[in-house]
């Protein structure tokens, strides 16, 4: 089954190899504080949606960030819409991530998790998030594109992600980018070298959705419906 093919990897990303730059650490939910409550949630939606061997199309976001797949394991999920949406319970934290918000809305025009997630993998093209020190001494996000040498160091973890993904039985004639501008850029270029899929479609990232287009939501879900329905008989 697919759960069974993705979830050694899924709870297994390790950066030990790779030489960060100064000032940059990792966000790894799998292994921070709530850890055995991330793999516990993980599994469970691996489990719930993924118990069968149905190729999926691939939605790839950025890296995680500390309020969705930060707090979850599981991109563009907050725990409110994981509880909410996915009917998975959550224990000891609570987030609220405004690109979870513009997700699940999309998810749920798009037929519910069940029929979303039938024909829809989500996940991130750095699968393990970065922090850096903000003005007031506290972790803000660093996607890892925001610093060149960040990008450079971690493209070969990148790319084994991707092969890996691939091989655990992903489709590969289409392959949805989420973001549309550095993401799509960086995986276009990653991909021309790769040669894994056939074609990218990029789609507006949620979290811009959400801050500069909040009057277009609705338009904006339309567009991410649209497209999958696009793919359909691909």
């Given at each position: 089954?697919?759960?069974?093919?993705?979830?050694?990897?899924?709870?297994?990303?390790?950066?030990?190899?790779?030489?960060?730059?100064?000032?940059?650490?990792?966000?790894?939910?799998?292994n921070?504080?709530?850890?055995?409550?991330?793999?516990r949630?993980?599994?469970?939606?691996?489990?719930?949606?993924?118990?069968?061997?149905t190729?999926?199309?691939?939605?790839?976001?950025?890296?995680?960030?500390?309020?969705?797949?930060?707090?979850?394991?599981?991109?563009?999920?907050?725990?409110?819409?994981?509880?909410?949406?996915?009917?998975?319970?959550?224990?000891?934290?609570?987030?609220?991530?405004?690109?979870?918000?513009?997700?699940?809305?999309?998810?749920?025009?798009?037929?519910?998790?069940?029929?979303?997630?039938?024909?829809?993998?989500?996940?991130?093209i750095?699968?393990?998030?970065?922090?850096?020190?903000?003005?007031q001494?506290?972790?803000?996000?660093?996607?890892?594109?925001?610093?060149?040498?960040?990008?450079?160091?971690?493209?070969p973890?990148v790319?084994?992600?991707?092969?890996?993904?691939?091989?655990c039985?992903?489709?590969?004639?289409?392959?949805?980018?989420?973001?549309?501008?550095?993401?799509?850029a960086?995986?276009?270029?990653?991909?021309a070298?790769?040669?894994?899929?056939?074609?990218?479609?990029?789609?507006?990232?949620?979290?811009?959705?959400?801050?500069?287009?909040?009057?277009?939501?609705?338009?904006?879900?339309?567009?991410?419906?649209?497209?999958l329905?696009?793919?359909?008989g691909?």
């Open positions: 089954m697919l759960a069974d093919r993705l979830l050694p990897h899924v709870l297994s990303f390790s950066l030990k190899d790779t030489k960060l730059p100064k000032g940059v650490g990792v966000l790894d939910p799998f921070g504080p709530n850890a055995d409550e991330v793999r949630i993980v599994t469970l939606f691996h489990r719930k949606y993924y118990s069968d061997d190729p999926r199309v691939l939605m790839l976001g950025i890296n995680p960030g500390r309020l969705g797949a930060g707090s979850t394991g599981l991109s563009f999920t907050d725990t409110k819409r994981c509880e909410s949406d996915l009917g998975i319970a959550v224990n000891g934290l609570r987030t609220h991530e405004p690109s979870s918000d513009f997700f699940y809305r999309m998810v749920r025009a798009a037929g519910g998790a069940e029929a979303f997630y039938s024909k829809v993998y989500v996940h991130a750095c699968p393990l998030g970065f922090v850096k020190q903000g003005p001494g506290n972790d803000i996000n660093l996607n890892y594109y925001d610093d060149k040498t960040l990008e450079e160091a971690v493209t973890f790319s084994n992600w991707l092969r890996t993904l691939v091989e039985g992903m489709r590969t004639d289409v392959v949805f980018c989420i973001g549309t501008g550095k993401n799509a960086y995986f276009a270029k990653l991909n070298k790769l040669r894994l899929f056939d074609r990218i479609v990029a789609l507006e990232h949620p979290r811009f959705v959400m801050q500069y287009k909040a009057k277009s939501v609705d338009a904006y879900v339309r567009k991410y419906v649209d497209a329905s696009g793919t359909a691909d």
